[in-house]
């Protein structure tokens, strides 16, 4: 058990031993909660563990799912106040000084509503170069802090020069986060946070007195820029260290098995979705569910030009399948 400086439960922990399936002790788990709330009037917290692997289950929200460890007693403490003070993220105004095109805000009620209506954890924004991506996350992120979804949100990038990019958008879009450079300045504290994965990844492991810095709950949001390059399984270590909401950026989403981003944000593989009778069928671009972000279809996201570029490198490889299987 973990009390609360209030005296209520804020967590139960069901330990089985080694040899036991992890599994075996979330029933027993959950009728210590139940008789907990009973008592206390507050529902904690579910963790159920075998020393290798753990689970959480806020039975509130989500179903359970695998961490790396244990929340804080503040971490935990923050949650229980949310489930009061969260906000319905369908209530709360995009700022439109910050992403007020019609397929940045079509971007990011659609994200909004993954998180809260379908209570997924997982996100994936296909959204071209140019289009304004850090933009739109900056508007996303400033929704959620207002919402009281989150308080603390890490973005990572591949490259020094994404790094600076981001932080320097941060702090002309929404100077209140005290947007941190984690290349820089690692001791800082702030609301958001930008590494690239090479840094987040020597940072995990740093200590801060008896416990680490950045602990799996510490952050609310993680946002992977250029996802499509980051899936490699080094860094994938990253996403699945932080229990947190998780969203990714990418123009360009690759197919491979060994690198799927979909696979990452627990999506179908986009080719599939073009697919028709063996063949890419350009039209279906102008269907769900590429019009969840841009009714309007791909000539609401690209330039003219490039939209037709897109429509003929489709048909060029078709034409390519078709020649070889001839």
Do not use: C
Not at 2 to 20: F, N, Y
Not at 68 to 95: N, V, W
Not at 111 to 134: C, P, W, Y
């Amino acid at each position: 058990m973990l009390w609360g400086a209030d005296s209520l439960p804020l967590a139960v922990v069901e330990a089985k031993r080694t040899s036991v399936d992890s599994q075996a002790g979330q029933h027993q788990a959950r009728l210590y909660a139940d008789r907990l709330e009973a008592m206390y009037g507050q529902r904690p917290i579910i963790y159920y563990t075998n020393g290798f692997e753990h689970y959480i289950w806020d039975d509130f929200r989500y179903p359970p799912r695998e961490i790396e460890g244990f929340h804080t007693r503040d971490e935990l403490t923050l949650e229980m106040q949310r489930r009061k003070s969260r906000k319905s993220l369908a209530t709360i105004e995009i700022p439109k000084q910050i992403a007020g095109r019609a397929y940045q805000e079509n971007a990011i009620r659609r994200v909004a509503e993954h998180f809260e209506n379908d209570e997924q954890r997982a996100a994936l924004l296909v959204m071209a170069t140019g289009s304004g991506k850090i933009r739109t996350v900056i508007a996303l992120t400033d929704m959620l802090m207002r919402a009281n979804w989150a308080k603390r949100v890490l973005f990572l990038a591949d490259r020094v020069a994404l790094v600076k990019q981001a932080v320097n958008a941060f702090k002309t879009h929404l100077p209140d986060s005290a947007p941190v450079n984690l290349l820089t300045d690692k001791h800082t504290e702030g609301r958001v946070y930008v590494a690239t994965y090479p840094t987040m990844m020597g940072l995990i492991n740093e200590m801060d007195g008896e416990q680490r810095r950045f602990g799996p709950g510490h952050f609310d949001l993680v946002v992977i820029d250029e996802a499509h390059r980051s899936v490699y399984q080094k860094y994938r270590r990253i996403f699945e260290y932080f229990d947190s909401l998780l969203l990714g950026l990418t123009a360009t989403p690759k197919n491979e098995v060994d690198y799927n981003t979909y696979k990452l944000f627990n999506l179908e593989t986009g080719v599939a979705h073009l697919t028709k009778h063996g063949a890419m069928d350009p039209g279906l671009l102008y269907e769900p569910p590429f019009t969840d972000y841009a009714t309007q279809g791909p000539d609401q996201v690209f330039a003219p030009d490039q939209a037709l570029r897109l429509v003929q490198a489709i048909r060029a490889v078709n034409e390519s399948a078709d020649a070889l299987s001839a």
